[in-house]
């Protein structure tokens, strides 16, 4: 990915903004912009256009379809926001009690502010862990990983450690690796092995929201304590709750080498 735009990202607010202009092979989407500037993955970036915090030449956005070119003023929220020079990839273990996002506005700490005076660059989380999980939860500003990584079709496994406050019936991990269907939501794991009568090991692929907690509970049974210990050829290993590392460029291949991921 290329760091691109040289053009200097600040302005004010406007009432809209028209995307015919410059020529289609000067002119990148705003929200791809954005994500290079380590605001937010491609994806949430189009939320924040939605929500009217991004201008472009002192106007603001409307809605999505804009684009912007060299020489273009982009500002969010205000604030200037420029390219990232240098391309992160982190991987946090996350304690529990954090939330996985940029801000939190009930004021509940975040993940993403125990790294934030780590380093210099504008990094997101790929993904969520829920508040009450620890764990394995990868940073970026790189916009194109974050879409590659977190798009469902890239079949990359997760693997959690769950443990329990009461023995689970021996039908949860056969039920939820045939899948099970709670409230309308359909949920199967790729593994669940049992590891003794108040713990599991379970693979998913795409994990939908609080997956696990969500099969538990409708077994009765009570989560003490969900561990992501794995993301693709990631591994938890001795890494201390609070703690990140850079990933090594062979993790960051592995994780983008899918076969199955297409766009």
Known sequence: ??????????????????EER?????????????????????????????????????????G???????????????EPVTPE????????????????????????????????????????????????????LIFTNDGDFARRVSHPSSQIEKEYLAETTAPFPVELPVQFTRGIRIDGTFYRASQ??????????????????????RVFAHFDVPVKRLVRVRIGDILLKDLPEGECRDLSPEEITGLIASKNYSF
């Open 1 to 18: 990915m290329e760091d691109g735009n040289t053009g200097e990202c600040s302005g004010g607010r406007g009432t809209s903004y028209s």
């Open 22 to 62: 410059g020529t289609p092979d000067s002119r990148e989407r705003l929200q791809k912009y954005l994500a290079r500037c380590g605001v937010a993955s491609r994806r949430a970036c189009e939320q924040v256009i939605l929500a009217g915090r991004v201008s472009v030449n002192g106007v603001v956005v409307a």
């Open 85 to 136: 020079q240098k391309l992160r990839y982190v991987v946090l273990n996350k304690p529990a009690g954090y939330v996985s996002s940029l801000a939190d506005e009930k004021g509940r700490p975040t993940a993403a502010g125990i790294i934030a005076n780590r380093y210099p660059e504008r990094l997101y989380n790929v993904g969520r862990l829920d508040m009450y999980s620890s764990g394995l």
């Open 64 to 78: 999505m379809g804009a684009k912007v070119e060299t020489g273009d003023t982009v500002s969010l929220d205000g």
């Open 192 to 213: 669940a092995k049992v590891l003794g009568g108040r713990a599991l090991r379970i693979v998913l692929m795409e994990g939908k929201n609080r997956e696990i907690r």
